[in-house]
Nanobody, 124 residues
Framework: QVQLVESGGGLVQAGGSLRLSCAASGRTFSNSAMGWFRQAPGKEREFAATISSNGGRTYYADSVKGRFTISREYAKNTVYLQMNNLKPEDTAVYYC?????????????????WGQGTQVTVSS
């Protein structure tokens, strides 16, 4: 069992930055690929970024590539999403997710555990 708790969301102006954190409990963090997904009002949940269990591979949605960076810190059982040059269209609830497997995935169906989400609002 893995429990995930996100933090770091908030209100920021366009062009600003935020760093989201996702603290994981349980002994399987180091064996789990992690992902960040987001969901805007009235829209489906969409993939943002993912990282392999060993941190060696990362993938990003085209809409965030070059602006967002996913990373993980094993000593703290935490995964981060650094978001720079934020745009109003990045406004959404951001969810951290873990999957029981080492390979990263862009498909939210492949994730077994989810956090409660953190709101990110970007004003123009």
């Amino acid at each position: 069992q893995v429990q995930l708790v996100e933090s770091g969301g908030g209100l920021v102006q366009a062009g600003g930055s935020l760093r989201l954190s996702c603290a994981a409990s349980g002994r399987t963090f180091s064996n789990s690929a992690m992902g960040w997904f987001r969901q805007a009002p009235g829209k489906e949940r969409e993939f943002a970024a993912t990282i392999s269990s060993n941190g060696g591979r990362t993938y990003y949605a085209d809409s965030v590539k070059g602006r967002f960076t996913i990373s993980r810190e094993y000593a703290k059982n935490t995964v981060y999403l650094q978001m720079n040059n934020l745009k109003p269209e990045d406004t959404a609830v951001y969810y951290c997710a873990a999957r029981t497997g080492s390979w990263p995935s862009t498909d939210y169906h492949e994730y077994n555990y989810w956090g409660q989400g953190t709101q990110v609002t970007v004003s123009s």
